[in-house]
């Protein structure tokens, strides 16, 4: 009898769990079958390959859901959905856009739909999986943007070719007048981007004075484009490059030129930053479930661990292997990192940028 009445209090424990297991997997599956009869999701995010060849196929693949990818940099393409929107367009579905256009278009401009109660997945809403201890919504009110990353970048890399490493050490190495007319960078009065990034990191740092004699005096040239800063870097022509893109110069490096990434200085520590990418849905969002089951797939373990590996990026899942990972891009227990905070950038940052901006035009 004592059996039995233990094996009933066993089943009675246990069938709220499988109830409430079979109620997610009846929903995701619901919402699965009408996100395949909208027939597509419309992802806008930066020009990346990794989505390109691997996140995109996999995910048609697995659910058979097409993907349309609108590229750009995000300030610009931010500012491009703007526009459509303000004429009653509503193309897009899903944001996979750095920090910038998240804080200060998207969320301000309520383009956004909230994603936190959209979440589904076991594997994504368990706070156990998660560095944070929960998934990590970064605006005001912790439902609309999700943080998958978080990871230190490499600002500046040189070819060994031309600039030894032991010439570099501290920021008063760049102001040296042998490297006047030898330094490129992402342009840093675009507004968004690596290279604004970079500026808004030396102007807190080193102040005023030493950005105009890094970016006037010392006379950069700037570029937007990407791959011609990494064509100059391993060319020699601009052998120290600001915000060079980390795919090209892995690229770089495997075809043989001697590229070194640093990733602080003596004097200027690395950067702590949430790129590649923020996640956020569109409001009026064309293909709702088809935005759901990608924003449900792409923070998922599979997902972040595909993206994660492409990218060499370190995640804030606490259950992906980073051992992979080059060992300068995962952040330090007890460093006082600056971090790319969402109130910085929607708050006074954005004057500090602006100010950065102005000075440098």
Request: hydrophobic fraction near 40%; glycine fraction near 8%; aromatic fraction near 10%.
């Amino acid at each position: 009898m004592m059996v039995i009445v233990q094996l009933l209090l066993v089943i009675c424990f246990a069938l709220p769990a499988w109830a409430q297991e079979k109620g997610w997997e009846k929903e995701w599956n619901e919402i699965l079958g009408s996100a395949r009869k909208e027939g597509r999701v419309v992802l806008v995010g930066a020009p990346d390959p990794v989505v390109r060849s691997e996140i995109i196929p996999k995910f048609t693949t697995r659910f058979g859901i097409p993907v349309e990818f609108l590229a750009g940099r995000s300030g610009d393409i931010a500012a491009k959905i703007r526009t459509e929107r303000q004429a009653g367009i509503y193309s897009s579905d899903v944001f996979m856009l750095g920090i910038s256009a998240m804080a200060q278009i998207l969320y301000p401009e309520k383009m956004l739909d909230p994603l936190k109660p959209l979440l589904i997945l076991p594997e994504v809403v368990d706070p156990s999986k998660w560095k944070k201890g929960k998934p990590w919504f970064v605006d005001p009110e912790e439902k609309y943007v999700l943080r998958p990353f978080q990871r230190l970048t490499g600002f500046l890399n040189i070819n060994t070719d031309y600039v030894k490493a032991e010439e570099m050490r501290s920021s008063r190495d760049l102001l040296n007048p042998k490297w006047r007319g030898k330094i490129a960078t992402d342009d840093p009065a675009a507004g968004s981007g690596a290279g604004t990034t970079i500026a808004d990191h030396f102007y807190l740092r080193l102040g005023e004075e030493f950005v105009k004699k890094l970016y006037i005096d010392q006379k950069p040239v700037r570029s937007r484009d990407k791959r011609q800063l990494a064509d100059w870097l391993a060319r020699g022509t601009y052998p120290i490059c600001f915000g060079c893109s980390l795919d090209d110069v892995r690229e770089l490096q495997k075809e043989g030129f001697k590229i070194l990434t640093l990733f602080e200085l003596s004097d200027v520590p690395a950067m702590l930053i949430s790129s590649p990418w923020l996640l956020a849905v569109a409001s009026k969002a064309p293909h709702p479930n088809a935005a759901r089951v990608f924003a449900n797939w792409i923070v998922s373990k599979e997902g972040l661990e595909i993206y994660s590996r492409g990218y060499r990026a370190a995640t804030l899942r606490n259950d992906l292997d980073e051992s992979f990972l080059p060992p300068g891009t995962i952040p330090r227990s007890g460093v006082n990192y600056r971090d790319e905070e969402w109130s910085w950038l929607a708050g006074g940052g954005e004057e500090t940028r602006n100010q950065v901006i102005k000075l440098l035009k």
